[in-house]
């Protein structure tokens, strides 16, 4: 119980001699320090700091007692003091980061920063998205720091905070376990999905105000990563982003209510992400000799020759 006002600035000792005036109205400094076992010096300077916070109040007389404020007013009244204060801190933190925003950045260094080591390329991703307000813009292609990749815990929090993802993906990709488990669950949260046969411009973009990419969109793996701030570079990051997803094929949205049935679908929405007949047939529970028939049906029906142009074709129709 010594403890109880620590989280209002209140330590240890404090409390304890608070506490103690309130099991004993009216001691005086010579019965507290006898009682808890302090030396007067140090209970008389307690008290005076008691006094200030509005806990206790001295009664005049030879010897001075001391009684406690009503814990109820007290307490309170240190309660509203303490958020004043926490409302200081938020103002100012929010005033020092504008001046962060504000302050310009000097040449290539003032643009970039490189990120290295796995730990901190993750943090960076995390903190990142948890620092979005509006939107998040994700290319997701190799290479991954983990294999499986794991799936991204912070985008459903994000979007329960009204941010919105738009992510391109890398069609093979998605043959591997689990990935086209990971982005149907993102799309039924509300991430906007499309995908590419292929992709290799690895991107993660919050807010239009800071980037992160690969040290080279040729790399083999992700031990190294440059932090893009606001600059020409950046712009150039959200146009190729919005230059691929212009090209890339949806995966939800509108669904036209003449157009096939769930299976058939689920089936346009596994070829237009690129997966092989094994892996649709092993998520449909169907063979792979009816995925082929079933395929052809689909092709024949959009007046398409390639799987790809029955995914743009269907995209069209809205039935992606």
């Known amino acids: 119980m010594t403890g109880l006002l620590e989280p209002l600035g209140v330590g240890a000792a404090e409390s304890a ?8 109205p009216g001691s005086t400094v010579a019965e507290l320090a006898d009682c808890l076992g302090m030396a007067p010096g140090r209970v008389r300077g307690l008290l005076t700091r008691l006094v200030e ?11 001075v007692r ?57 943090e960076h991703a995390v903190r990142l998205q948890m620092g979005a307000r509006q939107e998040v813009l994700i290319v997701d292609c190799p290479p991954y720091l983990y294999s499986p990749a794991p799936g991204n815990q ?29 982005l149907l669950a993102n799309a039924a949260v509300g991430e906007e999905a499309r995908v590419l046969p292929s992709v290799r411009m690895k991107m ?27 600059s020409p570079l950046l712009s150039a990051l959200v146009t190729s982003f919005e230059h691929l997803w212009e090209q890339a094929v949806p995966l939800s949205g509108c669904r036209n209510a003449e157009g096939p049935d769930k299976s058939d679908r689920d089936m346009l929405t596994m070829l237009a992400a690129g997966m092989k007949d094994r892996a649709i047939a092993r998520a449909l529970g169907i063979t792979e000799r009816s995925v082929t028939r079933r395929m052809a049906r689909l092709l024949n029906t959009l007046g ?3 799987r790809f142009q029955a995914a743009l074709q269907a995209a069209k129709r809205g039935w992606l």
């Open 17 to 24: 001699v608070y506490l103690r005036t309130i099991s004993a």
């Open 53 to 63: 916070a509005g806990l206790i109040t001295r009664v005049t007389g030879r010897p």
């Open 66 to 122: 001391y009684l406690p404020a009503p814990p109820d007013v007290a307490v309170d009244a240190l309660v509203r003091r303490r958020q004043e204060e926490l409302e200081q801190v938020r103002g100012y933190a929010r005033t020092l980061a504008r001046r962060l925003e504000e302050a310009p950045r000097q040449g290539v260094a003032g643009m970039i920063d490189l990120i290295e080591g796995e730990q901190a390329v993750v």
């Open 154 to 182: 912070q985008e459903a929090q994000s979007m329960r905070r009204g941010v919105q993802y738009r992510a391109v993906y890398h069609a093979p990709i998605l043959d591997e376990p689990g990935r086209m488990e990971d």
């Open 204 to 230: 993660l973009i919050a807010d239009r105000r800071q980037a992160l990419i690969p040290v080279s969109f040729e790399a083999t793996e992700l031990r190294s990563v440059i932090l893009v701030h606001a």
């Open 304 to 306: 398409a020759e390639t």
